[in-house]
């Protein structure tokens, strides 16, 4: 899940009246180093604008911290935790995938198979979408196109398509092992849960 798909999901299960105050918040809180959005471009913004305005005021990052700090200031903690830990989670994974793109030398060569080499039950990511992406935007456009699992698995056949090698297995056994410890830690909760 990208960052404005996740904020979007917070906002929707806000009640019109916390989204007015959010919306209100937004235009008197600053985060160090920024100034709050004006009032004018929130005034009619819908939750999608909101998201979008958000994000491009603060960037992804901040717009996740910012957007915690308003949910507490409307006494909405349990979506302010919940959107901390699942932020977490996509950094976690983010940062997963792109620590094997890191130890590309080539990462067109990367990209380019992102959008032209149609992958077994893979559409292509548009090349406008890659052309000037970093390693990081490239991991995300990645996230945002494709499930977790696709985008590994997808991730794993480009960088053996390039000859990486070494890179495809880590990754590969780094995401079994997570899938593994992710199912060992439900099968302890819901034998917890059975007592």
């Keep these: 899940m990208s960052v404005k798909k996740l904020l979007l999901e917070v906002l929707e299960n806000l009640v019109q009246d916390d989204f007015k105050r959010f919306k209100l918040h937004l235009t008197e809180v600053g985060v160090e180093g920024f100034e709050p959005i004006y009032k004018s471009r929130l005034e009619n913004a819908?939750?999608?604008?909101?998201?979008?305005?958000?994000?491009?005021?603060?960037?992804?990052?901040?717009?996740?911290?910012?957007?915690?700090?308003?949910?507490?200031?409307?006494?909405?903690?349990?979506?302010?935790?919940?959107?901390?830990?699942?932020?977490?989670?996509?950094?976690?994974?983010?940062?997963?995938?792109?620590?094997?793109?890191?130890?590309?030398?080539?990462?067109?060569?990367f990209k380019w198979h992102l959008t032209d080499v149609v992958l077994e039950g893979f559409e292509p990511i548009s090349k406008s979408r890659l052309e000037n992406a970093d390693r990081i935007d490239t991991v995300t456009r990645i996230l945002e196109r494709y499930d977790e699992q696709r985008a590994v698995k997808i991730t794993v056949d480009v960088l053996k398509l390039i000859g990486n090698y070494y890179a495809a297995e880590k990754l590969d056994n780094k995401y079994k092992g997570l899938l593994f410890l992710n199912e060992y830690i439900y099968k302890s909760n819901t034998a917890k849960s059975d007592f």
């Design 46 to 109: 819908d939750r999608t604008d909101t998201v979008g305005t958000i994000v491009k005021s603060y960037g992804e990052q901040v717009a996740v911290k910012i957007t915690v700090e308003v949910l507490k200031l409307i006494g909405n903690c349990d979506a302010a935790e919940k959107l901390r830990n699942e932020y977490k989670g996509i950094c976690f994974k983010i940062n997963s995938v792109t620590s094997y793109l890191l130890l590309l030398r080539g990462s067109n060569t």
